[in-house]
């Protein structure tokens, strides 16, 4: 992903060398010039990252069509538990890869439900809990009564507001038929985010998933972990000379708009990083640059 974002925001051609560095992690190739590649999964779990790895070597087996593709599960899922009490998750997912075109981005319509209840015929609210917290004032709009929406289930929000609209407008529509101390459940879908790989890469599929424990608008470990990453880039950019430097920070979020790194990244004495070129993050499908390089060795 990174030498394809690289690749069209250059307008060059970079890929992947096969030999393996020493130092970095990996060695992007444009040319001449070389490119020196430190990957950071910001999530520093080890046993957790097996599980995925396991997780994805399933699925591969599965895979109907050649091609390099990747998962971007949801921050607070524990994948290996979430796949074995939604049996038809491996369905929905390889279904979602079809016909993915190279370097394409796409949402999979995960089923799923949340509960609403009516607790009271007085106020005009809708407490929620879960995934759709962040639209009780939207939900709220001209209901009448109070009611608590259980939204733990959704991890992920659409990306289109159309789409969202259509999930909010469905439960006050339910909530119109609901009696004081009733419950319904309502079945609705959770937005995943799958995507593929340029031609070049390797065939099987990637799951991108972050333990479940860990918070992505929690900023104290976010700050932490990116000092401790930049750290590290800094060392292999001294130890290996290279045209460029590039920090690839992996890291899992609801919607890339959700990134703090780019704020945690302002906050710090540029000092501390003043030997990078450049800093990616790569989260929920997409390429964000949140450091730009000074200059480009081509120029």
């Known amino acids: 992903m990174v030498a394809e974002w690289m690749s069209h925001h250059y307008f060059r051609t970079f890929h992947v060398l096969e030999e393996k560095s020493k130092i970095y992690d990996a060695i992007l190739k444009q040319r001449n ?4 590649v430190t990957i950071a999964k910001l999530w520093g779990n080890d046993s957790y990252t097996n599980t995925s790895d396991d997780y994805a070597e399933l699925l591969s ?52 439900s949340v509960k609403l209840a009516k607790l009271e015929n007085e106020g005009a609210y809708v407490s929620v809990s879960g995934g759709l917290s962040n639209e009780w004032t939207t939900i709220s709009e001209g209901i009448q ?5 259980d939204s733990r289930d959704i991890y992920r929000t659409p990306d289109e ?20 101390e009733e419950i319904t459940i309502i079945e609705v879908h959770d937005y995943w985010v799958v995507s593929r790989l340029q031609d070049t890469a390797p065939s099987g599929i990637s799951v991108i998933s972050s333990p479940p424990q860990i918070d992505p608008i929690d900023g104290s470990p976010i700050r932490r972990e990116l000092r401790q990453e930049i750290a590290r880039a800094s060392k292999q950019a001294t130890a290996e000379f290279t045209d460029m430097s590039v920090l690839v920070l992996l890291t ?13 990244l302002k906050s710090m004495n540029p000092q501390l990083y003043g030997n990078l070129d450049l800093i990616l993050l790569v989260a929920d499908g997409t390429v964000r640059q949140i450091l730009k390089p000074r200059s480009l060795p081509w120029e």
């Open 161 to 180: 507001n159309a789409e969202l609209d259509v999930i909010l407008s469905q439960i006050r529509d339910k909530a119109k038929l609901l009696e004081v």
């Open 33 to 36: 010039f070389n490119v020196g």
């Open 61 to 112: 087996k599965e895979l109907e069509e050649d091609g390099g593709y990747n998962i971007w599960v949801p921050p607070r899922i524990n994948i290996k538990e979430h796949a074995s009490s939604n049996p038809q998750l491996n369905i929905t997912l390889l279904k979602g890869l079809k016909h993915l075109s190279p370097g394409e981005r796409r949402e999979v319509r995960v089923p799923t």
């Open 252 to 264: 899992s979020v609801t919607h890339m708009k959700d990134e703090l790194f780019t704020t945690s």
């Open 145 to 149: 009564g109070s009611y608590h929406l």
